[in-house]
């Protein structure tokens, strides 16, 4: 009889002790253990001179330094993880072939229609409108669709407001469009959009431009400041127009399956690394683009800055774009914009 006392004394607290171990390993976690090494990977679609590449770098720098090393991140420029087709970049970041991304909300909407709003022509007034829209519903509302497909938003950033390159002519109003080879990002929103200006457009890789516009394939493009720049686009062009036609934002996106598995508070340190590479790539974006402006100009690139009835030209022009997507984005979703 004592015998079998002591035996279920033992079980007891053999019983006890894996129940106490248990809750000890998994109260701080929002899936995973935060004991757990971990290399993972980091896709940036352009080259290392880039303030995305930057961010990156110190996004990766403050995860590896507040986890003591525990979790690495490696950084890839030049969307090398997707053979250069950004397309392909974010359907691997959802798959969680990557691990985190930089990616323009252009590239997202290939995955749903409804993010193409953050790219509808004249949407944003000036970089102050930008801020309170992303940093507001509007900017919750894209946050939703992202962990919609599979991807939990870490923040935004600041590819910019997309300027219109050639070297054919200055481009001061619709009519000068008409006709000019002009590639733009793989969304049929923006192929509606560039005829409707009369262009013919065409889509390709970014990776693909360079080359397209030395050899005469296309006359033009469109992209932020930053990537003029860093892509050294001024070789090939010799026009640019500073329209701000359509504003560009930085998603830092993680693999929603692998943030979800990550403790508690593994998930806060990348939560606030994130916070803290956003907020300097913006910075960072806005303090050079004029540098980087004075540089292209100094390297021969041809200015030119439209008038407010120029501007409100090519906004009459793009009107037709507003009544074919409205149902494509959802009116809630455009409204949250244009409030």
């Not at 560039?194 to 431009?209: I, L, N, Y």
């Not at 916070?275 to 960072?284: S, V």
């Amino acid at each position: 009889m004592r015998k079998s006392k002591v035996w279920f004394g033992l079980v007891v607290s053999v019983i006890m002790m894996l129940l106490v171990a248990g809750c000890s390993s998994t109260s701080s976690s929002g899936g995973g253990s935060s004991d757990k090494k971990m290399n993972l990977k980091m896709s940036v679609t352009v080259g290392n001179t880039s303030t995305w590449f930057l961010a990156a770098e110190q996004f990766a720098e403050e995860v590896e330094e507040k986890t003591d090393g525990r979790i690495t991140i490696s950084v890839f420029p030049n969307e090398q993880l997707s053979g250069g087709d950004s397309g392909k970049g974010v359907e691997l970041l959802v798959k969680g072939t990557t691990d985190f991304s930089y990616h323009s909300t252009i590239i997202y909407s290939i995955l749903n229609d409804r993010l193409g709003v953050v790219s509808a022509p004249f949407l944003f007034k000036d970089l102050n409108d930008v801020d309170a829209k992303m940093n507001g519903e509007a900017g919750e509302e894209v946050k939703k669709i992202l962990r919609e497909i599979g991807v939990e938003p870490l923040g935004f950033g600041q590819n910019g407001f997309r300027q219109v390159t050639n070297s054919k002519v200055e481009i001061k109003g619709p009519g000068d469009i008409k006709g000019l080879k002009v590639r733009i990002p793989g969304i049929k929103m923006y192929t509606d959009l560039w005829k409707e200006f009369g262009a013919d457009p065409t889509t390709m890789t970014f990776s693909e431009v360079f080359t397209s516009l030395q050899q005469g394939t296309i006359d033009g493009q469109e992209n932020p400041i930053d990537v003029i720049h860093s892509s050294k686009l001024n070789e090939v062009q010799d026009y640019i127009t500073m329209w701000n036609y359509s504003y560009d934002p930085l998603i830092l996106g993680m693999n929603k399956k692998k943030f979800d598995s990550l403790s508690k508070e593994d998930q806060e340190i990348i939560q606030t690394a994130a916070a803290n590479a956003n907020k300097y790539q913006i910075e960072l974006a806005r303090e050079k683009e004029e540098e980087q402006i004075a540089e292209l100009k100094e390297a021969g690139m041809q200015f030119y800055y439209p008038t407010d009835a120029e501007i409100e030209q090519f906004k009459q022009v793009s009107k037709p774009i507003y009544e074919s997507y409205k149902s494509v984005w959802g009116e809630d979703l455009l409204n949250a914009f244009q409030k």
